[in-house]
T-cell receptor
Framework: AQSVTQPDIHITVSEGASLELRCNYS??????LFWYVQSPGQGLQLLLK??????LVQGIKGFEAEFKRSQSSFNLRKPSVHWSDAAEYFC???????????FGKGTKLSVKP | NAGVTQTPKFRILKIGQSMTLQCTQD?????MYWYRQDPGMGLKLIYY???????DKGEVPNGYNVSRSTTEDFPLRLELAAPSQTSVYFC??????????FGPGTRLTVL
């Protein structure tokens, strides 16, 4: 069965530091992968997506993610974190049979001044 | 475009009461979904629809019902509210198998 694992429940980084959020997926075919961000009390906003092609994907707000098939990973990165990046981040894979996304449990990002 | 809209934003129900969560999208998307989000659990699919008149169960459908009489609307019905249904509910839509657009959510508390 398809699944997504986000190993880190909560990460704290200092403002200006680099960030990497981990995501591992289990999927039989070529996956469609997504990263969403959820600010407190808000809905989910798409940061970036990978369907095919270049394995390094650029998204909004300065985020990027790299698809590594050999490691079944799709890690999210940002070179310099801003206080406004504090939010919860969800990795998801397109599940296929029901047309839905399968989400990881999320990683909450806190940013220290 | 307003995208995906949901009403109400917040609601408190008593055990056994019923209510309908409204969801409307103006992007002419065929696919619509209802998810629930519980703390530390990510999002779980409740029901989905691939077009007007077609709905099907997701991972956690018990206690819920849906209908899809138009492309735009996909209401979620809770018939007999239970404390286990306390959650945040998100509606989403997409065109084919692609990016899903989410509404702002409805925070429901059942007491």
């Amino acid at each position: 069965a398809q699944s997504v694992t986000q190993p880190d429940i909560h990460i704290t980084v200092s403002e200006g530091a680099s960030l990497e959020l981990r995501c591992n997926y289990s999927y039989g075919a070529t996956p469609y992968l997504f990263w969403y961000v959820q600010s407190p009390g808000q809905g989910l906003q798409l940061l970036l997506k990978y369907f095919s092609g270049d394995t390094l994907v650029q998204g909004i707000k300065g985020f990027e993610a790299e698809f590594k098939r050999s490691q079944s990973s799709f890690n999210l990165r940002k070179p310099s974190v801003h206080w406004s990046d504090a939010a919860e981040y969800f990795c998801a894979v397109f599940g296929g049979s029901q047309g839905n996304l399968i989400f990881g449990k999320g990683t909450k990002l806190s940013v220290k001044p | 475009n307003a995208g995906v809209t949901q009403t109400p934003k917040f609601r408190i129900l008593k055990i056994g009461q019923s209510m309908t969560l409204q969801c409307t999208q103006d992007m002419n998307h065929n696919y619509m979904y209802w998810y629930r989000q519980d703390p530390g659990m990510g999002l779980k699919l409740i029901y989905y629809s691939v077009g007007a008149g077609i709905t099907d169960k997701g991972e956690v459908p018990n206690g819920y019902n849906v209908s899809r009489s138009t492309t735009e609307d996909f209401p979620l019905r809770l018939e007999l509210a239970a404390p286990s249904q306390t959650s945040v509910y998100f509606c989403a839509s997409s065109q084919d198998y692609n990016e899903q657009f989410f509404g702002p959510g409805t925070r429901l508390t059942v007491l």
